[in-house]
């Protein structure tokens, strides 16, 4: 099964993280399939690759809790039910 989640890169204190595509049993520093963005918490920036996320929540990964409300906060679950919409229609 495949996560989105949270992969910390950066010095002491002074944290970055990726988002990735990662499977579950993997460490969270562990080798990812693809990185699907960028979280700064100190500066507040997010970068998400939208149409990567979408593919990998389409074909079932399970995102996180904080990258679940990162890509809620970006509006990527509504560009998912649009996307599954016209697919059904």
């Known amino acids: 099964m495949v996560k989105l ?5 950066g010095r002491k204190q002074r944290a ?18 693809r990185k699907v963005g960028f979280y700064d918490p100190i500066k507040n920036q997010i970068y998400l690759n939208v149409p ?13 809790g904080t990258v679940h409300d990162i890509s809620k906060k970006a509006g990527v679950f509504t560009e998912l039910r649009l996307n599954q919409q016209t697919k059904f229609n």
Do not use: M, N, W
């Open 5 to 9: 989640r949270l992969k910390r890169c």
């Open 16 to 33: 970055i993280y990726r988002i990735v595509a990662i499977d579950v049993r993997s460490r969270r520093e562990g080798r990812d399939l």
């Open 52 to 64: 990567a996320i979408l593919y990998f929540l389409e074909k079932g990964a399970q995102p996180t």
